[in-house]
């Protein structure tokens, strides 16, 4: 009777397991969100961000139109650089509007033209065909539908950026307006808040929308001086950066860009740079 109640818990054991494995193998990946995430991309815009809640498969993102841009119903052909570009665990995919359309005066440039015309209505499709490392299909597709404004071909200059300075003594984030649509992978990365001790400020940087971002420090503000440093290979979703613009072939910079913002903690929030 001991060995058969034994053998009874042992399969139910087994089963549950069993069960377990099954559920879990049958989850489905998630697609998380794509960067920028702006419905208004400048026409010579050159990469997306696509986030997945877990590792996904290498090697078919390309394959059998699983990515896909239209205009209005229209398929957009030669659209992607057909490379495959992930991070290091495989939960981000960057996407290029193809590098040789979107730059002026190269050959597909002028054969084909820009992938993206400034007032046309665009669609982004990502289908559940992309599997993770599991083996496992995204539990559903993803769109994503956006337009195309003027172009961008300015170098940055961060002289035009708004800042809204937080109070003093506050866990208020830092508000900074970049007037065009940044490369939000980047900011967290060359930018960096520093005290006048020179000691740099921890803390977290929060994009909106690709032309806002915050910094809310991990401690209150506790002095009154500070300055946001910036590295000059900041660049914006068209791949212009502070030091150039991605059209200039020169490798001398239209302005010499400023490297750092000094701003106070004040009750008069609002402090902008100009020309």
Known sequence: MTKLLIGVLTLSLAIGIS????TQKKKAPTLLGISPNSHLLPENHLRFYVYFSEPM???FVYNADNIELFEGTKPI???FQHTELWNLDYTRLT???HPARQKTDLRHNISLGRVLQEGNNYRLHIKPQLYSAKGVPLKKGFTFHFKAGPEERSQI????WVLTTPILHSHNPLKIQFKRVMDDELISDKLYIFDSNNKKIQGNFKTIKSKHCTFTPRQPWSKSNYQLRINPELEDSCANNCLKSFEM????PAFVPIPYIDFKLQ???????DN
Request: glycine share 4%; proline share 4%; charged share 20%.
């Open 19 to 22: 069960s377990l494995m099954i």
């Open 57 to 59: 498969e290498q090697g």
């Open 77 to 79: 052909h030669f659209a």
């Open 95 to 97: 996407l290029f509007l």
């Open 157 to 160: 200059d961060p002289r035009k």
């Open 249 to 252: 072939n020169s490798k001398t």
């Open 267 to 273: 009750k008069s929030n609002t402090v902008q740079y």
